[in-house]
């Protein structure tokens, strides 16, 4: 079974410095998908980024942008330039060929004024 | 405007009482999924659904039920034997293609009076 580990339950950056949160995951699947989701106070649940374990290149979204290592089985999100309204729990998620999205614990992100 | 409508936001239940939260989407998605969230635990699956009248349990669907009688809807009902009812629970859906992102209902916040 796929599982999906974030080992950090609690980050803090400043406003305007960059912030790297961690996900690693494990599975024996070749062709997967993984993804970040933002959920904010409101809980609604957003997509941030998203990765194909195909392609090398990693994904970049304007101020967020993934490390992908697919021998390591590590994925890694880099928030630069960090914005108050960053301030929320992050959850990494894999998806392979069930479709189903698996997701890990969640990092909470304080962002300091 | 498309979306996922969860109802109702707050939910009170006696123990032993049988409830059902809505979860309807007019995305046109194959695949519906429920998600139960509790502190430091993320997101963990209970039930999904790729295709009307066909659906499979997830990790923790103990206590749980759902139909899937329509494609716009996938209500859950918590029953009785549900130990630990009191949880935040999240709707999603999405379309069966692999790498595409889900789109989550607001949620519903079940506790147990």
């Known amino acids: 079974a796929q599982t999906v580990t974030q080992s950090q339950p609690e980050m803090s950056v400043q406003e305007a410095e960059t912030v790297t949160l961690s996900c690693t995951y494990d599975?024996?699947?070749?062709?997967?998908?993984l993804f970040w989701y933002k959920q904010p106070p409101s809980r609604q649940m957003i997509l941030v980024i998203r990765q194909e374990a195909y392609k090398q290149q990693n994904a970049t979204e304007n101020r967020f942008s993934v490390n992908f290592q697919k021998a390591a089985k590590s994925f890694s999100l880099k928030i630069s330039d960090s914005q108050l309204g960053d301030a929320a729990m992050y959850f990494c998620?894999?998806?392979?060929?069930?479709?189903?999205?698996?997701f890990g614990t969640g990092t909470l992100l304080a962002v300091q004024p | 405007d498309g979306g996922i409508t969860q109802s109702p936001k707050y939910l009170f239940r006696k123990e032993g009482q049988n409830v059902t939260l809505s979860c309807e989407q007019n995305l046109n998605h194959d695949a519906m999924y429920w998600y139960r969230q509790d502190p430091g635990q993320g997101l963990r699956l209970i039930y999904y659904s790729q295709i009307v009248n066909d659906f499979q349990k997830g990790d923790i669907a103990e206590g749980y039920s759902v139909s899937r009688e329509k494609k716009e809807s996938f209500p859950l009902t918590v029953t009785s034997a549900q130990k630990n009812p009191t949880a935040f629970y999240l709707c999603a859906s999405s379309i069966l293609v692999r790498n595409t992102e889900a789109f989550f209902g607001q949620g519903t916040r079940l506790t147990v009076v």
């Open positions: 998620a894999y998806s392979g060929a069930t479709n189903k999205l698996i």
């Open positions: 599975t024996s699947e070749s062709d997967y998908y």
